[in-house]
């Protein structure tokens, strides 16, 4: 990812944009009529409750224990385009200042998100930010945490939590999913726990730290310098002395795998790519986003995994998933 405070210009403004629309939402709103304080309890189980993760894969976690009584809609969802140019529109403002429920990342992957919450404050409205639900400081080098085995686990029990507070009728079920959802990241478990087995020290080739704490999982030794990863994931050119260390860990065969970020490819990616493939090392592209329509979230990391572990055992490359 390029981390870049271009991503706030199209948010900036939004404040009277987001102020109209709740102009507009107010003036809309029928009268009390004196119903019943049971019927309005009845219709808050059967109202969906408007959710939306900043990224599809925070959707979809959130999709999986919301179930029938959530609507979700994912910010960043297009794994063909590069999240990092991403700007929000009025629309997405309008989208985002109107939902109960937000889960982003935070690290600074995200900040555009902080930004129309701010422009739009809503006591009613919970917020998941990740970085703050695992504890972690501004300094976090890799803002990557969806690939972090332990990260979605918290970030579903905290889901099911907050959605239980808006709909306390449906809190055991919104509970059940979530214990149904942290079960099912087994086989990511188990794929991981056998590649580190089978595998152990694993050398590999990097071009961001995009998947990098699921290299980290699988006990794999990542040789390219993290000052190289930072710099292309900032969108900075690497030094020439890094770069010079980069090629020669295909050109003198000191990796057994290449991993890069699908999504963001430059002239320089792409000769690494170029490189590896002349020195007979597979590539494998990972995705900052969820690649869709066929995956969930538990799949695409199983088959991230599967990947890897195609391109050491067989030397197979993996471009797309």
Not at 258 to 269: E, G, H, I, K, P
């Amino acid at each position: 990812m390029r981390i870049r405070s271009g991503l706030l210009a199209a948010a900036l403004p939004l404040s009277a944009v987001l102020l109209a629309s709740a102009c507009s939402s107010s003036s809309s709103t029928p009268a009390a009529t004196g119903a019943s304080g049971t019927a309005s309890a009845a219709a808050a189980s059967t109202v969906k409750i408007t959710a939306i993760g900043a990224e599809n894969e925070y959707a979809n976690v959130i999709s999986q224990i919301g179930g029938k009584y959530v609507n979700v809609s994912a910010i960043m969802s297009n794994p063909n385009t590069d999240p990092h140019t991403f700007e929000a529109s009025p629309a997405v403002a309008r989208e985002v200042s109107a939902a109960q429920l937000v889960v982003q990342n935070g690290v600074g992957y995200d900040t555009f998100m902080n930004t129309i919450e701010s422009a739009a404050p809503s006591s009613a409205r919970k917020v998941i930010d990740v970085q703050t639900l695992l504890g972690l400081p501004d300094s976090t080098p890799n803002p990557h945490l969806w690939y972090k085995p332990t990260t979605m686990p918290a970030v579903a029990k905290a889901v099911a939590t907050d959605l239980g507070q808006i709909d306390p009728a449906q809190a055991s079920y919104f509970k059940a999913n979530a214990a149904s959802f942290v079960s099912s990241l087994s086989g990511w478990n188990s794929a991981i726990a056998a590649f580190k087995s089978a595998h152990p020290g694993v050398t590999v080739a990097t071009t961001e730290p995009v998947a990098d704490y699921m290299l980290q999982a699988v006990g794999a030794d990542n040789l390219t310098p993290f000052t190289l990863q930072a710099d292309i994931m900032n969108g900075v050119d690497p030094s020439p002395q890094n770069t010079a260390l980069q090629n020669s860990l295909f050109t003198q065969h000191k990796v057994k795998v290449f991993v890069y970020n699908q999504q963001v490819t430059d002239s320089l990616t792409e000769s690494f790519i170029k490189l590896a493939q002349q020195n007979g090392i597979p590539v494998v592209g990972v995705y900052e986003t969820m690649p869709t329509p066929g995956y969930n979230y538990q799949s695409w990391m199983v088959a991230e995994v599967n990947a890897l572990n195609k391109a050491v055992t067989s030397k197979v490359s993996t471009v797309h998933l």
